[in-house]
């Protein structure tokens, strides 16, 4: 135990994010904490209470809803924790260092698991805590439907005591499983001995839950929430009988929600405690001779048959192929940066499933085709908020520097200046976030019917919007790189700098929404002239962003 508890005191302490250097720095990081928190952690922890509430007030078995939810929640955990498992397990470059000390390979990948589990559930154990608070809000509100049990003081306290404790425990089961296939997959096939082999299956992982949420989401959309609500009561949704087979811990966990019992919490924590003791002695058995298999592939031994000829291409274009590889081959890179953008039309999709019955966003539809100047206005305070979510949410600019990791010290020694290599990394960010927001947009723009001229004047916002997003992450990354990490995946797990530039994106939207609706609504402009003010606006802070790392980013950088 003593050796388990030392790996995983080293190990996160080599994946932490280092404090900032200044009190300048700590109070502007204080600052974005704050706005964090208020403007991105607590709307979506409400949104998520508010379903369960929904559900606990709506359901005949009360705890019904709560499962449903936690299946969703499971199956994304597994689609991004998959590749994360497999990278730190075989690809980190702490392995040569470690395999050779007398240490078990059980408790080596124990401890490598642990770490994982602390980084990836964070924001998922938050959101159960946000789940069960709205459940037990619904159970205590009242409103039960006829003939539910009803729920007493002593029922509320066992709730709260093993909700409490469940939502700790419940990502474990997911999480266990992918360490399972991983240690399987690499022990007995030869199918992985490369990270792009990692980045293909999570490219498909990440297809097939979209697609599968996206299936789920049309099948309930077909039916009135009556009709759903009474799927859920009788467990006749397809969708989560198969997820409770596959899934048991969370099946468990709501019969734990249904109130005092002396088998619920057994076969609880029985079922974790199991399948934890099968994955210790299955990397006991199988690590070994998996990680053996990579390091004598070509991943550790045989270097790569491409040789970049410096003459053939400017510099510039060498380094925007480096960019590209290296977000591409590595499997956390790739479904953090790239693939993550492919959820945005889900979100879209259910959004619109969700308000079919109200005939909302029709409405909406109807009165901007009919040329209604408030819903223009509102259509660009969309395009601007969405813009800035999208290229916020991939962290491609807020981690351009920590990517480098211990290396970034070949950045001051390239034959190109740094304040280059801090522009290159922005365009390239620009580059790939207005492809995906520019797709979406002309997608959305043809099925409305907008005309070219307005299409073409969203076009230039969106861009606008996305260049400052991805100078100001760059930019902040400069400011406190997190340079040590060990595997990939610690560029981007607990880097504040990735979280900061979505608060700053939360901000810079509301800044945006309260000066825009100040000037249409309280000038009676037209709009147009309005949308130009809007286009100046945007342009003279891009260029206060491109000046600002220009300067101080590349200074920050020379201090480091």
């Known amino acids: 135990m ?11 302490l080599g994946n932490g994010s280092e404090d900032p250097r200044s009190k300048k720095q700590k109070i502007f990081y204080g600052i974005l904490g704050i706005v964090s928190l208020v403007l991105i952690l607590l709307p979506c922890m409400v949104a998520v209470g508010i379903m369960s509430y929904g559900f606990a007030i709506g359901l005949y078995h009360r705890s019904a809803g709560l499962v449903f939810e936690l299946q969703f929640m499971t199956l994304f955990l597994v689609v991004f924790s998959f590749g994360v498992i497999m990278n730190v397990f075989y690809f980190s470059d702490d392995l040569p260092m470690l395999l050779p000390l007398p240490i078990s ?17 964070a924001m998922e154990i938050v959101m159960l805590i946000a789940a069960l608070t709205g459940h037990i809000l619904g159970l205590t509100s009242g409103l039960a439907p006829e003939g539910a049990e009803a729920t007493g003081i002593l029922d509320l306290i066992w709730i709260s005591l093993m909700g409490g404790i469940g939502s700790l425990v419940l990502p474990l089961g997911p999480m266990v499983y992918c360490g399972i296939v991983c240690l399987i997959l690499m022990s007995f096939t030869a199918f992985i001995r490369k990270r792009e082999t990692v980045t293909v299956l999570a490219a498909v992982l990440t297809v097939v839950a979209i697609g599968l949420v996206l299936f789920v989401i049309s099948l309930l959309g077909t039916e009135d929430f009556e009709h759903i609500v009474a799927a859920l009561d009788s467990n006749s949704v397809a969708f989560l009988r198969v997820m409770n087979v596959i899934f048991p811990g969370n099946y468990l966990f709501g019969k734990l929600m249904d109130g005092p019992s002396v088998l619920a919490p057994i076969l609880f924590l029985g079922y974790h405690g199991g399948i934890l003791l099968i994955f210790f002695s299955l990397a006991q058995i199988l690590y070994l001779r998996g990680v053996n298999g990579v390091m004598s592939g070509s991943t550790y031994t045989k270097k790569r048959k491409e040789v970049l000829i410096l003459n053939a291409a400017p510099a510039w274009l060498s380094y925007v192929k480096k960019e590209w590889r290296i977000l591409y081959r590595t499997p956390s890179f790739f479904q953090n940066t790239l693939a993550i953008n492919l959820f945005w039309p889900a979100l879209l999709y259910v959004a619109y499933v969700v308000q079919k019955g109200s005939g909302a966003m029709e409405g909406y539809i109807r009165l901007y085709q009919n040329g209604n100047e408030f819903m223009q206005w509102v259509a660009v305070v969309i395009v601007i908020g969405c813009s800035a979510l999208v290229t916020a949410s991939n962290s491609i600019a807020g981690s351009s520097i920590s990517r480098e990791g211990k290396n970034y010290y070949i950045m001051k020694y390239l034959p190109m200046e740094l304040s280059t290599q801090l522009h290159i990394k922005a365009v390239f960010s620009v580059v790939v976030s207005s492809g995906f927001t520019l797709v979406y947009l002309l997608a959305v ?25 991805c100078y100001f992450g760059v930019w902040l990354d400069t400011l406190n790189p997190k340079l040590n990490w060990d595997d990939e995946a610690g560029a981007l797990r607990a880097n504040i700098n990735i979280f900061f530039n979505m608060a700053f994106a939360m901000i ?19 709009l147009w002239v309005v949308m130009g003010h809007l286009f100046f606006l945007l342009l003279l802070a891009d260029l206060y962003l491109i000046r600002l790392v220009d300067t101080t980013g590349r200074d920050h950088l020379l201090a480091l």
């Open 2 to 12: 003593k050796v388990y508890l030392t790996l995983v005191r080293t190990f996160l």
């Open 105 to 121: 390979p059980g408790k080596l990948i124990m401890a490598k698991f642990t770490v994982v589990y602390i980084a990836e559930t």
């Open 445 to 469: 723009c043809v099925i409305l019917q907008v005309p070219i001229l307005q299409t073409c004047l969203y076009s230039v916002i969106s861009v606008l919007t996305v260049i400052m997003i």
């Open 508 to 526: 810079f939207t509301a800044a945006v929404l309260g000066l825009f609706a100040l000037e249409f609504f309280f000038t009676y402009l037209p």
